[in-house]
């Protein structure tokens, strides 16, 4: 395909409906229908007899009674733009079950080069200008990866786009990630494979980064020029097996897919069972793997 596809509703239709009669030819009607589309999906979700669920929410546009968002900060703003912020409830079957990645295809090493590491959509709201002014500042070399957008810093090396092989050596050998995103980050997986590199993580302080980065630990949140400059400075006193350790304790597919086979129990008991009134089958100890943090 020589140009992209144009996602209009009428393809998002014609392929709803395909989906929904390959997947009619073979439910069951306990099945769950999970869906990442949001609302480009609500018709295959009004033409299979299943209850829908969306997951990996990053976005706004939703309509499931049951759905599972990337962090508890977008989750939250969500809340806030579908309800009004003074108006927002929570609402009992949505959850947060982070994103999960395959700590082999994330090469760890201990020993770190001496540049930072920019990975991202080359655009001003991820923080472009300030990260290269902290870097001029800091007076480190720092490394551009990413597709060409708005903007294309002067300072450091732009090498475009990489590959999965690439991605995993340009992150394993850097003194730190940094991602200043200036909006409220869904999630932001380039920060958590860093990590799983045993890479620290310069980032902003808002968004999914205040979940997905552990201050003095994992790296640091800043919210000033002066603060980004310390952070660059400083982030060789953090422990690259620690952050190893606590990426794969958290983001692994390992770690993730029992808080998905819980939130699955939990759904099915509500549908099949007494409700909000159905007493549980399962050990809620299993969602505290998302609040650990290995330091040993």
């Given at each position: 395909m020589?140009?992209?596809?144009?996602?209009?509703?009428?393809?998002?239709?014609?392929?709803?409906?395909?989906?929904?009669?390959?997947?009619?030819?073979?439910?069951?009607?306990?099945?769950?229908?999970?869906?990442?589309?949001?609302?480009?999906q609500?018709?295959?979700?009004?033409?299979?007899?299943?209850?829908?669920?969306?997951?990996?929410?990053?976005?706004?546009?939703?309509?499931?009674?049951?759905?599972?968002?990337?962090?508890?900060?977008?989750?939250?703003?969500?809340?806030?733009?579908?309800?009004?912020?003074?108006?927002?409830?929570?609402?009992?079957?949505?959850?947060?079950?982070?994103?999960?990645?395959?700590?082999?295809?994330?090469?760890?090493s201990?020993?770190?080069?001496?540049?930072?590491?920019?990975?991202?959509?080359?655009?001003?709201?991820?923080?472009?200008?300030e990260?290269?002014?902290?870097?001029?500042?800091?007076?480190?070399?720092?490394?551009?990866?990413?597709?060409?957008?708005?903007?294309?810093?002067?300072?450091?090396?732009?090498?475009?786009?990489?590959?999965?092989?690439?991605?995993?050596?340009?992150?394993?050998?850097?003194?730190a990630?940094?991602c200043?995103?200036?909006?409220?980050?869904?999630?932001?997986?380039?920060?958590?494979?860093?990590?799983?590199c045993?890479?620290?993580?310069?980032?902003?302080?808002?968004?999914?980064?205040?979940?997905?980065?552990?201050?003095?630990?994992?790296?640091?949140?800043?919210?000033?020029?002066?603060?980004?400059?310390?952070?660059?400075?400083?982030?060789?006193?953090?422990?690259?097996?620690?952050?190893?350790?606590?990426?794969?304790?958290?983001?692994?597919?390992?770690?993730?897919?029992?808080?998905?086979?819980?939130?699955?129990?939990?759904?099915?008991?509500?549908?099949?069972?007494?409700?909000?009134?159905?007493?549980s089958?399962?050990?809620?100890?299993?969602?505290?793997?998302?609040?650990?943090?290995?330091?040993?």
């Amino acid at each position: 395909m020589d140009e992209a596809p144009d996602f209009t509703i009428e393809l998002w239709d014609e392929a709803n409906a395909d989906m929904a009669e390959r997947i009619n030819a073979n439910l069951e009607l306990t099945d769950f229908l999970c869906i990442i589309g949001g609302n480009c999906q609500e018709l295959l979700a009004d033409l299979v007899p299943l209850t829908p669920i969306e997951y990996g929410i990053g976005y706004e546009g939703t309509f499931s009674n049951f759905r599972v968002f990337e962090s508890y900060a977008w989750m939250h703003v969500v809340y806030g733009a579908q309800q009004g912020a003074y108006k927002a409830d929570g609402r009992n079957y949505d959850i947060v079950i982070p994103n999960y990645f395959e700590p082999d295809e994330f090469p760890y090493s201990k020993e770190k080069g001496d540049y930072i590491l920019y990975m991202g959509r080359m655009i001003q709201r991820k923080g472009l200008r300030e990260a290269e002014e902290a870097a001029h500042r800091a007076g480190v070399d720092i490394v551009w990866a990413g597709e060409a957008n708005d903007y294309i810093p002067s300072y450091g090396e732009y090498i475009g786009p990489v590959g999965p092989e690439e991605r995993g050596n340009l992150m394993r050998e850097a003194k730190a990630l940094i991602c200043p995103t200036r909006y409220i980050e869904p999630f932001g997986g380039v920060a958590v494979e860093a990590q799983l590199c045993g890479t620290p993580v310069i980032s902003s302080d808002w968004g999914a980064f205040v979940e997905t980065v552990q201050q003095g630990v994992t790296g640091y949140r800043c919210h000033t020029l002066g603060e980004f400059v310390w952070a660059i400075e400083n982030v060789d006193h953090l422990d690259p097996e620690i952050i190893h350790n606590s990426a794969v304790s958290k983001y692994s597919c390992d770690a993730v897919a029992p808080l998905y086979e819980t939130y699955f129990q939990m759904v099915g008991d509500v549908l099949h069972g007494h409700g909000w009134y159905t007493e549980s089958s399962y050990d809620l100890g299993t969602r505290s793997a998302m609040g650990t943090v290995l330091v040993e």
